[in-house]
């Protein structure tokens, strides 16, 4: 099956500062990668994709790339602000949402 | 305002107690999920269902038990089998449990078992 790993694990940058957080996976059949932002004590809130047909898509600070050679995708912020920090989550899917698999989660802190 | 419920928010309970969570979603969607989410680790599927009245066991289904009877609802029963139950537990649905759409999540409920 397929397995997600996320690095780093705990991330603090000033703000202002980019921040970028990056997932490897296993199955080469995964086509869906989705990001998450958990905030404390509440679910995560999906904040963008990327389907396995772009290798990039971008939404005002936030972006995401993927290298389907490599099998790793990245989230990039940029121009962070306290309100971004939070957990962020990658995922990867292979064939429909019944086989997502989380990566372990990165906490991000946005010092002002 | 359309959306997923969870509750309670907080849940405690003894050792040997089954304890049921609720999950409501008024988004009309097909599919539902449970997840457990442990400190530093990613979320885990424990129970999905793809349409009323069917469900599957995901990775850590061992000590749940889901029922599906509803579109709008999927309780999740944590029995007493269950060795490690103090976790915060997610629901989430989606569009369609058999394409790659996004899951939109409830905000959790955190269970402590003493």
């Known amino acids: 099956g397929e397995n997600v790993e996320q690095h780093p694990s705990t991330l603090s940058v000033q703000e202002g500062d980019s921040a970028v957080i990056k997932c490897t996976y296993s199955d080469s059949a995964s086509n869906y990668f989705p990001w998450y932002k958990q905030e404390l004590g509440k679910g995560p809130q999906l904040i963008i994709d990327?389907?396995?047909?772009?290798g990039e898509k971008k939404d005002q600070r936030i972006a995401v790339t993927l290298n389907k050679t490599a099998k790793h995708f990245s989230l990039h912020i940029t121009e962070t602000q306290p309100e971004d920090s939070a957990v962020y989550f990658c995922?990867?899917?292979?064939?429909?949402?019944?086989?997502?698999?989380f990566g372990a989660g990165t906490r991000l802190t946005v010092k002002p | 305002d359309g959306g997923i419920t969870q509750s309670p928010k907080y849940l405690f309970r003894k050792e040997g107690q089954n304890v049921t969570l609720s999950c409501e979603q008024n988004?009309?969607?097909?599919?539902m999920y449970w997840y457990r989410q442990d400190p530093g680790q990613g979320l885990r599927l424990i129970y999905y269902s793809q349409i009323v009245n069917d469900f599957q066991k995901g990775d850590i289904a061992e000590g749940y038990s889901v029922s599906r009877e509803k579109k709008e609802s999927f309780p999740l029963t944590v029995t007493s089998a269950q060795k490690n139950p103090t976790a915060f537990y997610l629901c989430a649905s989606s569009t369609d449990g058999q394409k790659p759409y996004e899951q939109y999540f409830g905000p959790g409920t955190r269970l402590t078992v003493t």
């Open positions: 988004l009309n969607h097909d599919a």
């Open positions: 995922a990867a899917t292979p064939y429909n949402n019944n086989d997502m698999r």
């Open positions: 990327i389907r396995s047909n772009v």
